[in-house]
């Protein structure tokens, strides 16, 4: 009787025994072999399921609680009449649009090229050089650029007192350049220019570009105060080599009557085509990029109302503007960066 006992608790042992090799990888288990052959598994943790915070969304861009900042053109004080003008255009973009729009008073154009990179601001004027500065981190997409006599962009020439012993490469007959920049701009290495002031796209900034492009590195410059002052000096040729203004800064109506022969006697040796721009109204690329369109029907339609006119001189000293794409900055941009000039330094 003891022996059938105990072939029942073998045969239970190598039972339990082969359970737990089957089961022994799929959840742990203590097994505890008594006399009876019972199995006891031991209590384990059960899984306990942590609470996932919920994801926090950004409102939509020009909603209540995100609304689209308008920036004022940069003033340290801003009068009255220019931030009531600035609610005009904002009420107005709201009314034409559905988005929310409020405005803020920027103290420089430094700090607004700045909130424009981080969304502190999204709708914008920017001068030629702020414009170039936000290109450089693609913070911007231009909508409008401002005109001057139906015109967004001018040119700028090379000029030289036609007794120098410098070579035209301007056709003035046929108002084309002759043959490659690199080619005409060589003979003014290590000459000294003469440029309009620190700042002038036209009378420094891009000339240089075009001259850095080409390798080219004249001597210090002499800076003029003013461009009709450059041309004075290279008819004078007493002050610098050559010289640098808009086209055609030569039938300027102050030199006129003292210079009657400043055509003949100023020659032309390079022409910069129409590239530099005047201001522009931009919007931050962290808007989506639909908005665009948007945007710019409710501005067009404003600058078509008698006050839409007036808020927009008194805010940006715009009379006019056209729509615009940030291609037609390009060559502009890349002149301005090829001068190695500082371009925050170059913001007024």
């Not at 009531?84 to 700090?111: H, K, L, M």
């Amino acid at each position: 009787m003891m022996a059938n006992l105990l072939s029942r608790n073998l045969k239970k042992i190598l039972y339990l025994f082969a359970l737990i090799v089957m089961l022994g990888c799929s959840f742990p288990l203590k097994v505890t072999l008594g006399i009876s052959g019972t199995l006891t598994p031991s209590p384990t943790l059960a899984a306990t399921a942590t609470a996932t915070p919920a994801l926090q969304t950004t409102p939509e861009p020009g909603t209540e609680n995100n609304p689209l900042i308008l920036a004022l053109a940069p003033s340290a004080h801003p009068d009255s009449a220019v931030i009531a003008a600035g609610d005009s255009i904002a009420a107005f973009i709201e009314a034409r649009t559905g988005y929310r729009v409020v405005t803020i008073n920027p103290a420089t154009e430094a700090t607004l090229v700045e909130a424009l990179a981080i969304g502190n601001a999204h709708i914008a004027s920017l001068s030629p050089y702020g414009y170039a500065l936000a290109r450089q981190d693609d913070s911007v997409t231009a909508l409008f650029a401002q005109t001057r006599e139906g015109q967004a962009f001018y040119g700028a020439q090379i000029i030289v007192n036609r007794e120098k012993d410098f070579t035209p490469y301007y056709d003035e007959a046929r108002g084309e350049n002759t043959d490659k920049v690199d080619v005409a701009l060589q003979q003014f290495q290590e000459k000294k220019p003469c440029w309009s002031d620190e700042v002038s796209p036209s009378g420094y900034v891009v000339p240089l570009g075009l001259l850095k492009q080409a390798a080219v590195e004249p001597r210090s410059g002499a800076f003029l105060e003013g461009q009709p002052n450059v041309v004075r000096a290279v008819y004078a040729d007493d002050i610098c080599d050559f010289g640098a203004t808009y086209t055609d800064a030569r039938v300027s109506p102050v030199l006129e009557a003292d210079y009657p022969d400043v055509m003949d006697k100023v020659r032309v040796v390079w022409r910069i085509p129409p590239i530099i721009p005047y201001q522009n109204i931009s919007m931050s690329t962290l808007l989506p990029f639909e908005m665009r369109r948007v945007l710019q029907r409710a501005l067009i339609d404003y600058m078509l109302t008698p006050e839409g006119k007036t808020a927009m001189q008194a805010v940006y000293g715009i009379d006019e503007m056209q729509p615009v794409e940030d291609s037609a900055y390009d060559e502009f941009v890349a002149l301005v960066l090829a001068s190695g000039l500082d371009l925050k330094g170059l913001i007024e």
